[in-house]
């Protein structure tokens, strides 16, 4: 099992940046990709950005060219910064890892990120 803890979301104003991070636990070894989701209010789910063992990075287009995304493999964290926030950033940001092997999707608690206008 691994076990993932949000940190950093908050309120921030639009045009200013905001970082997350998320510590992970437990089978760390079994993970290969970890990475960040969010869901706004009244609406699924959907991926942000990851990051794989091998550092390859994958991002969705809505925060292309205002993010970045690393891994501390000695810490097991993985960190997100979002730049130039705008108001439809506003989500429950959630970290996410993958199991190796079985695929299986981990999930944090997440975190609340309130961009206001």
């Known amino acids: 099992q691994v076990q993932l803890v949000e940190s950093g979301g908050g309120w921030v104003q639009a045009g200013r940046s905001l970082s997350l991070s998320c510590e992970a636990s437990g089978s760390i070894f079994s993970i290969n990709v970890m990475g960040w989701y969010r869901q706004a209010p009244g609406k699924q789910r959907e991926f942000v950005a990851s990051?794989?063992?091998?550092?390859?990075?994958n991002a969705a287009e809505s925060v292309k060219g205002r993010y970045s995304i690393s891994r501390d493999n000695a810490k097991d964290t993985v960190n997100l910064q979002v730049y130039s926030l705008k108001p439809e950033d506003t989500a429950v940001y959630y970290c996410n890892a993958v199991h190796r092997a079985t695929g299986e999707n981990y999930w944090g608690k997440g975190t609340l990120v309130t961009v206001s206008s």
């Open positions: 990051i794989d063992n091998g550092g390859r990075v």
